[in-house]
């Protein structure tokens, strides 16, 4: 099955500063890789997600990077604000045939803090 | 946009009861249900997927008779923890993916997820 490992499992800037998250894949055949943003004891919440056939994606202050030959892709956060204090999951999946969506496999997860 | 109303929010129980978790879709219909859990500190861990009208699909590890899933119509699936001890307190969370009236798919829609204590 899918494997996804994430890191760091913590990061801590300041504010303004940028921050990075890396996550690796298993599975060529996985092409839906989607970023969580969780606060404590919430949902988990969709801030970006990348499909196999683009590189990049980019909405605001946050991009997302994909590089399938490598199987690995990041989150990129820029001007980073303490409301983005968060841990932060990455998940790769597979599309179950036309537009549907397959299982999620979800890294470890990021505590990211950001100071003022 | 898509809602998945999940209920309860919390809930403890005594050792060796049985406890039902809810999840509803609202303004869609979620032909798939994923259940995950999540410890202290930890990922999402994915324990079983559900397709309405059929039989749910575990993940190696978890046990089907432990942990009941039922996805009966295409707007509700429950989870229901039988027997529960005390290593099953955790965080239970689901996800629905489905279509509306629309036909617009909605890929993967969280529940607000229910913190389960067993005493």
């Known amino acids: 099955g899918e494997n996804v490992e994430q890191h760091p499992s913590t990061l801590s800037v300041q504010e303004g500063d940028s921050a990075v998250i890396k996550c690796t894949y298993s599975?060529?055949?996985?092409?839906?890789f989607p970023w969580y943003k969780q606060e404590l004891g919430k949902r988990p919440q969709l801030i970006i997600d990348i499909r196999s056939n683009v590189g990049e994606k980019k909405d605001q202050r946050i991009a997302v990077t994909l590089n399938k030959t490598a199987k690995h892709f990041s989150l990129h956060i820029t001007e980073t604000q303490p409301e983005d204090s968060a841990v932060y999951f990455c998940a790769a999946g597979r599309f179950a045939g036309g537009t549907s969506y397959g299982k999620l496999t979800f890294g470890q997860g990021t505590i990211l803090t950001v100071h003022p | 946009g898509a809602v998945v109303s999940q209920h309860p929010s919390r809930v403890i129980c005594k050792s060796g009861t049985s406890v039902k978790i809810e999840c509803r879709s609202l303004d869609f219909q979620a032909t798939t249900m994923f259940w995950y859990r999540q410890f202290p500190k930890q990922s999402l861990m994915l324990m079983a997927t559900?397709?309405?009208?059929?039989?749910?699909?575990?993940e190696q590890g978890v046990e089907k008779d432990k942990f009941l899933i039922n996805h009966a119509s295409l707007t509700l699936s429950t989870l229901t923890v039988t027997s529960a001890h005390p290593e099953d307190s955790s965080f239970y969370i689901c996800?629905?993916?489905?279509?509306?009236?629309?036909?617009?798919?909605?890929?993967?829609?969280f529940g607000s997820g229910t913190r389960l204590t067993v005493v």
């Open positions: 559900s397709n309405e009208g059929s039989k749910a699909t575990y």
């Open positions: 599975d060529s055949a996985s092409n839906y």
């Open positions: 996800s629905a993916r489905g279509r509306d009236t629309s036909r617009f798919l909605y890929g993967y829609t």
